[in-house]
């Protein structure tokens, strides 16, 4: 019983890892996208600037290049969270592996031990049986 609760909360860590990992590297991807897109932003804006825009449109600009700098900032902050949470459950994962190995060992060596008992036993039956048929008199006369 302690075995399937161990292998049961080893696959409830590791499916738990699986995710957190999964959310990261969306995050991660799509906040690439984002720090992409900026620096092609300012790179057109550049160019407009160069080409004499008005200092309305290029305040604009900048105002907009700002706010998606502040948003990928602060994803990178849910970054960082999601990428601890995921250092979390992985170290979760494992200690329920090792936990569930532990307990595999544990039956693996009782049983190779009941095992050894009952072939122990089993011998020493025969040896018995043999003993009684070559003394004789196995214990069929009257006492």
Do not use: C, P, W
Request: charged share 30%; hydrophobic share 30%.
């Amino acid at each position: 019983l302690l075995h399937r609760i161990a292998k049961i909360r080893e696959d409830q860590t590791i499916s738990q890892f699986k995710k957190y990992n999964s959310q990261l590297q969306q995050a991660e991807d799509f906040n690439h996208q984002i720090t992409n897109y900026v620096h092609e932003y300012e790179r057109q804006m550049v160019e407009t600037a160069k080409q004499g825009a008005s200092v309305a449109y290029l305040q604009d600009s900048t105002t907009f290049r700002n706010r998606l700098t502040a948003g990928a900032q602060e994803q990178q902050q849910q970054i960082d969270g999601l990428s601890f949470a995921t250092q979390q459950a992985k170290e979760q994962a494992i200690e329920a592996k090792l936990r569930a190995q532990g307990i595999q060992k544990v039956l693996d060596k009782k049983d190779a031990e009941a095992k050894k008992r009952r072939l122990a036993i089993e011998r020493s039956e025969l040896e018995d049986g043999y003993a009684a048929r070559h003394i004789g008199g196995s214990g069929t006369e009257d006492a």
